[in-house]
């Protein structure tokens, strides 16, 4: 094991004491990072050990990403020939272009979160956590193409400073950090991330191609908000090839996610399939008014939903941890999401806000199914 | 005991720092909340309630021996309601815009919890010039905050600083550049995010509270 002997003659300079005590959190990420570390939470009273830590269970949430984010990167290239008139059978050529779109801004979303992360674990003298590997990926995923990179960065500081670092950091977080990135860009930047007219690159990476100006395409969501028919065929929402944030337009990617994450017993099946029920149940009571061309299951294919329900709403940290609660909580998310679309005009998407506002919901939803456990057993132990 | 002595010094400017009453008390944060999208209206704002804490304590000072203390408080308040009054209609007739702006806020200093209490907690207690000083250091100390997070807030917000423009108009998106103004900031939320900030920043420095 040479990467191991390399790590280890290392050690010593990064511990306390040692010349480059300054970076040890940084060592230690990086260490626990290739290796599963030896010292373990000691065992007292009743407890579970798992052979798998966190750092590998987040990373088969990135696995489970990979999918929509390749397709993301296909579909920003596909998308951009289409507005210019280009030929749209160069599947090689659409991936570049949108592997270069979509780079700088991974680049930045980690660069940036993983840089507050360690510095605030050194000052505070803890080890830096995880959580952000999927963040710092998730972040890019939910943004518009054309987001500049400074607001993005904005955004994720904002995001891992005040709903992340100021609870207490990764596992403490009441909301998820991905989505508050994105709706502080939504409030603060309204008019990157209006939802209705978005998201085709237009000029900034004008090197690889040439450039259009001032066009936007609607998405599907923006045109059932303004009333207009939707111009995209049900079997285009469910492959993705559609104008819509990078990670979230393809169902058919974001359901291999989804069975990844089920498989390797990461994500909640509960709050998935809840998620897509109560969206169902409120989709069919509740349709569009004057939308002809749109069946009510659509409302599931298009817009974040398929993404905020697969890799949103089954954050362990802030969905519901009692199994039946999980349930309700997927459940109001679904319905709450359409709910918001449906009803205001003025959030044609209603993902992202629905899954924020039950993440504050969580904590009340188990506490009583907990209480209720707890009256149940009472009883019994009356009689 | 001499008008600038040592505990009258303090009296003055324990609420401008250590004992501030937004960053501290966490008293006053409605109205830093709603008056502060722009530096003006947060500096008329902060002025007006420092004019009225310093007056009404120094009237409820020179009253504290005659009041009885079943009634107390609804005395307080005409005295702060006339104050508020005068006040409001002086706005109004010289700085009519800002006035406008504040809107009811400007009423709503009446129900601020910083007047109430330095009456109930000072001016009962200590005489007119101790209580006069102790309104003007703790109306400063709000407005200080007011002021800061005004500031910022047009800044980053509207790009202006009392209206004039800071960040040139090439930088803007519209004009080819890359900057957008931040649309959160005109919000009250970004406004308790701020004053948070603040708190931080605050508590950080002075470690020993």
Redesign the interface.
């Known amino acids: 094991m040479g990467l191991k002997k390399i790590l280890d003659n290392m050690k010593p300079a990064f511990s306390e004491g040692g010349k480059l005590s300054a970076f040890g959190s940084l060592f230690d990420a990086a260490e626990t990072f290739f290796f599963v570390p030896n010292e373990t939470a000691k065992v007292r009273g009743a407890q579970i050990h798992d052979a798998i830590d966190s750092k590998r269970s987040i990373f088969f949430v990135v696995i489970a990403l990979i999918p929509a984010l390749l397709f993301g990167m296909y579909n920003i290239g596909l998308q951009h020939n289409i507005a210019i008139g280009a030929c749209t059978e160069d599947i090689c050529g659409c991936f570049l272009y949108g592997l270069a779109a979509m780079l700088p801004k991974i680049v930045v979303s980690y660069a940036v979160g993983l840089g507050i992360e360690v510095a605030i674990a050194q000052y505070k003298k803890e080890e830096v956590h995880e959580g952000f590997f999927v963040t710092g990926i998730l972040i890019p995923m939910i943004v518009p193409v054309n987001c500049p990179l400074w607001i993005l960065a904005v955004a994720t500081a904002f995001a891992v400073i005040f709903a992340k670092e100021v609870f207490g950091g990764t596992g403490m977080n009441i909301f998820n950090p991905a989505l508050v990135t994105r709706a502080f860009l939504f409030f603060a930047y309204p008019a990157m991330m209006s939802g209705d007219k978005v998201w085709v690159n237009e000029n900034y990476i004008d090197c690889i191609n040439g450039t259009v100006d001032g066009y936007s395409a609607a998405t599907p969501l923006g045109q059932l908000g303004a009333g207009e028919p939707v111009t995209y065929s049900a079997m285009d929402t469910i492959i993705g090839t559609i104008p819509g944030s990078i990670g979230e337009t393809s169902v058919i990617a974001i359901a291999i996610g989804a069975i990844i994450l089920i498989w390797a017993g990461i994500a909640s099946w509960k709050i998935i399939v809840s998620t897509f029920v109560g969206g169902a149940l409120m989709a069919y009571v509740l349709p569009y008014s004057g939308a002809e061309n749109f069946e009510w299951w659509e409302q599931l294919t298009v817009g974040g939903f398929a993404f905020g329900a697969v890799f949103m709403a089954t954050d362990p940290v802030t969905a519901a941890r009692t199994e039946c609660g999980k349930y309700i909580y997927g459940f109001l998310i679904g319905a709450m999401a359409i709910i918001i679309r449906v009803l205001n005009p003025g959030f044609p998407e209603g993902m992202m806000l629905a899954i924020l506002l039950m993440n504050v919901f969580a904590p009340l939803i188990d506490y009583c199914f907990v209480q209720s456990n707890i009256n149940k057993r009472a009883k019994r132990a009356a009689k | 005991m001499s008008l600038f002595s040592k505990e009258n010094g303090e009296v003055f400017k324990s609420p401008l720092n250590l004992n501030n009453p937004v960053a501290v008390q966490v008293l006053g944060i409605c109205s830093a909340l709603a008056v502060t999208s722009q530096l003006k209206p947060a500096i008329v704002m902060g002025l007006s309630v420092t004019v009225i804490t310093a007056f009404s304590n120094v009237i409820i000072s020179l009253l504290r021996k005659t009041i009885p203390n079943r009634i107390r408080i609804i005395v307080q308040l005409v005295v702060v309601a006339a104050l508020v009054t005068i006040v409001s209609n002086i706005l109004k007739a010289y700085v009519y815009d800002v006035s406008v702006q504040l809107s009811v806020y400007v009423g709503l200093i009446i129900t601020n919890c910083i007047l109430m209490g330095r009456l109930e907690a000072f001016a009962m207690q200590n005489g007119p010039w101790e209580s006069f000083l102790d309104g003007v250091g703790n109306g400063l100390g709000y407005a200080f905050v007011l002021v800061v997070v005004g500031f910022f807030r047009e800044l980053l917000g509207f790009g202006t600083i009392l209206g004039f423009q800071v960040i040139p108009d090439s930088c803007y998106?519209e004009n080819g550049g890359?900057y957008?103004n931040?649309?959160?900031?005109t919000?009250p939320?970004m406004a308790l995010?701020l004053v948070a900030c603040f708190i931080w920043a605050h508590r950080s420095i002075n470690k020993e509270q």
Do not use: E
């Open positions: 998106m890359l957008f931040n649309g959160m900031m919000m939320a995010i």
